[in-house]
């Protein structure tokens, strides 16, 4: 479903672009995809059991449920692109090249890793490589994409584009109101993928948001809308692929709404006791794991054997990033210089 | 010629712009022919074509896109039309901009001009002096220049600065304060300036406050007191440092600030002198700050409400009779 909102005289309807791909190269590419899912499975099943095994400090936050969706907004992005993942986005996170080091470091609190124990879980980031290190205010990423984007546009470089993501409660904020709206000033080549999962931590749509869906107010802020079911690979495919083109092409923002049911608590310290069990019967709450691999078995793209390989090759890569980041130094107070400037002489130096 | 405070902080975001192919003006009403709510940047749209920007009325995503484009190599300024609506932005400058360094270890240039203080009728919201909420939190340096000098070096050093910087500048101080000529060389960024020297009484402050001290001083004088005014400059980093030398030479200190009055600079600044330097006081030290009331709109209660030449000059007068 597509619902275009333009300005001027650029509001001329097209239909939406199919993917130019041959069906081989889409197969290969919903195999690589499912990679991407599985790899997020994976390794957060195996985060999850160290979270109850008390190794790690803080909180564990898990994107089962959204990995269909996350892992086709990191796909489509090339070098120079900006991804700017949030809370649940492991697979897409991975898709765009987050080596697992750098999730198992922070989530450990390896000196080594990109937070270097300063920052936990899911609040990492490479920015000097455009993956955003996000904070947890939500919706306070969009603008830091857009202003990423701007400066790219300043600096003459061409056909970039940035993909940010956001839930159904993020899109409450303040700031991602600011933020969507200012995307749309700039006309900057962003796409916005709000996963709809269905719970702002414990609290339901009804008590978030009062319009029918999300995606209506893609004509409200001048984007374009997509709708997506969220647990369809193909679909979560086509139409992110889609968007990112349209993006780079240079149309107006892009807003992309995938409905599913998230398949854990907020974080791993939350049973989600909450949900009724209606909503976990619903067609958005289907497992897209499951249902990926089911398609894949069933067309052929992979057979089991095939599958089991590619299982356990993943389980040795999550289990080696686990094995070295486990023998890894922590921060020792003491050795951390505990400065929050990079400009040595404007460090304030008060003596207590 | 003379120049103003104002035309100081105009021209130096010209050289800026001219000098420095990543530096950009983003902001309300800034571009244009109306070049801004109080003409900092009047005629620089016209000028760089494309790089004094109009934003819509959205402090948050201002600073947020600032944050972005400084992480991709720019040296973004923002105008926030009045220092007061930055408390939209606080998020966005303290706990993404003031938090990023320490976190991925990349720090955000990003400076951030806040038109701060009181001027007659402005009221609640369009007077406020927010540099000790800045400078609570770690990851930002806070600048607080009183002078026309300082205005124009103080934002070119803030521009160059790697890390996220407040730049507080007086709106009273604009138009009421000229110098002969822009100055050629700068005093260090972070080095607070003793601008009368003294030795009966320290009197520490910054921001427009710095020229009713001086006024207080030169009534003082006339009673036979000499005292020693600083002005801080910037107040995170806090020059200790030149602040107990000055009390080691005046032994009594009053600490003046146009912010309200729980915590802040004036606070911070009696707090390190008594715990790293009690020997040095001969008498208890003072401060005076704003009332704890929202800043009132009526010209009789605002000069009431800051800190002025009079409530300056009597409890100067009650420290030295100690």
């Known amino acids: 479903m597509l619902q275009t909102a333009q300005r001027g005289k650029k509001s001329k309807k097209t239909a939406p672009e199919k993917p130019a791909s041959k069906k081989g190269q889409v197969h290969e590419r919903y195999v690589e995809a499912f990679r991407w899912m599985l790899t997020a499975r994976i390794l957060e099943d195996k985060l999850a059991s160290l979270y109850r095994g008390g190794m790690i400090v803080g909180g564990v936050y898990l994107g089962r449920g959204q990995e269909a969706v996350s892992a ?12 700017g993942p949030l809370i649940r986005d492991q697979a897409g996170r991975s898709a765009f090249g987050e080596p697992l080091l750098d999730v198992v470091r922070t989530y450990l609190g390896s000196v080594k890793g990109p937070m270097r124990g300063r920052d936990g879980n899911i609040h990492r980031g490479r920015p000097r490589e455009n993956e955003l290190a996000m904070i947890s205010h939500l919706g306070a990423m969009i603008p830091v994409m857009v202003g990423k984007l701007l400066a790219k546009r300043m600096k003459g470089e061409k056909e970039f584009v940035g993909l940010t993501t956001l839930g159904e409660g993020g899109m409450q904020t303040g700031a991602s109101h600011e933020g969507l709206n200012i995307a749309a000033v700039e006309q900057v080549p962003l796409v916005v993928v709000v996963t709809n999962n269905h719970w702002a931590y414990s609290t339901p749509n009804e008590r978030e948001f009062a319009c029918a869906n999300l995606v209506d107010r893609a004509i409200g802020y001048g984007y374009e809308g997509h709708k997506i079911d969220g647990t369809d690979l193909n679909q979560c495919l086509e139409v992110i692929e889609t968007a990112v083109k349209r993006a780079r092409a240079g149309r107006p923002p892009q807003l992309v709404v995938a409905e599913v049911l998230r398949l854990a608590g907020h974080g791993e310290h939350d049973d989600a006791s909450y949900v009724p069990q209606e909503m976990k019967a619903q067609p958005f709450a289907q497992d897209p794991v499951a249902r990926t691999e089911k398609y894949i078995l069933e067309n052929g793209l992979l057979d089991e054997d095939k599958l089991k390989q590619m299982r356990a090759e993943i389980a040795k890569q999550v289990d080696e990033a686990v094995a070295t980041a486990q023998q890894e130094d922590p921060p020792y107070p003491r050795e951390e210089d505990w400065r929050s400037m990079s400009t ?7 003596s207590f | 010629m003379s120049v103003t405070y104002l035309e100081a902080i105009r021209e130096a975001q010209t050289k800026l712009l001219r000098e420095d192919e990543r530096v950009f003006i983003y902001g309300q009403d800034i571009a244009g022919k109306f070049g801004g709510a109080f003409k900092a940047t009047k005629g620089l749209a016209e000028k760089f074509p494309g790089r004094v920007l109009n934003t819509p009325i959205s402090e948050d995503a201002m600073i947020g896109t600032a944050i972005g484009a400084a992480l991709e190599g720019m040296r ?42 009181g001027t007659k009728g402005s009221g609640p919201f369009h007077s406020q002096s927010m540099e000790g ?32 910087v407040v730049y507080c500048e007086h709106k009273y101080l604009y138009y009421h304060l000229k ?24 009197i520490v402050t910054y921001s427009a406050m710095v020229h009713e001290a001086l006024a207080v001083a030169g009534e003082l004088q006339r009673d036979g ?12 980093p806090l020059d200790t440092q030149t602040v107990l030398a000055s009390v080691a030479r005046t032994g009594r200190l ?22 790293e330097g009690f020997q040095l006081l001969d008498a208890a030290p003072a401060r005076i700050n704003a009332k704890d009331t929202p800043i009132p709109y009526h010209p009789n ?22």
């Open chain 2, 133 to 164: 909420l800045y400078s609570h939190y770690p990851g930002v340096v806070v600048m607080t220049p009183a002078t026309v000098e300082d205005a124009y070096t103080m934002l070119i050093d803030a521009v160059a600065i790697d890390d996220p």
């Open chain 2, 225 to 236: 007191f000499e005292i020693e005014v600083v002005d801080l400059r910037t107040v995170k």
């Open chain 2, 301 to 322: 209660l605002w000069s009431e409400h800051r800190p002025n030449r009079k409530s300056i000059a009597t409890k100067a007068r009650q420290i030295l009779q100690e």
């Open chain 1, 344 to 350: 040595d002489e404007l460090i304030d130096k008060p």
């Open chain 2, 179 to 202: 110098a002969d000529a822009l100055p050629k060389e700068s005093f260090p960024v972070g080095k607070a300036r003793i601008v009368r020297p003294g030795r009966d009484l320290t």
């Open chain 2, 254 to 275: 009053l600490a003046v600030g146009e912010a309200f009055p729980w915590g802040g600079v004036t606070a911070e600044v009696i707090s390190r002198v008594t715990t």
């Open chain 2, 76 to 117: 973004p300024i923002v105008e926030m039309q009045f220092a007061d609506f930055s408390s939209i932005a606080l998020n966005q400058i303290l706990n993404n901009a003031g938090t990023h360094y320490y976190r991925t270890n990349v720090p955000v240039p990003i400076t951030v001009r806040l038109p701060s203080g």
């Open chain 1, 72 to 83: 086709a907004c990191g796909i489509f992005l090339k070098k120079g692109d900006v991804f």
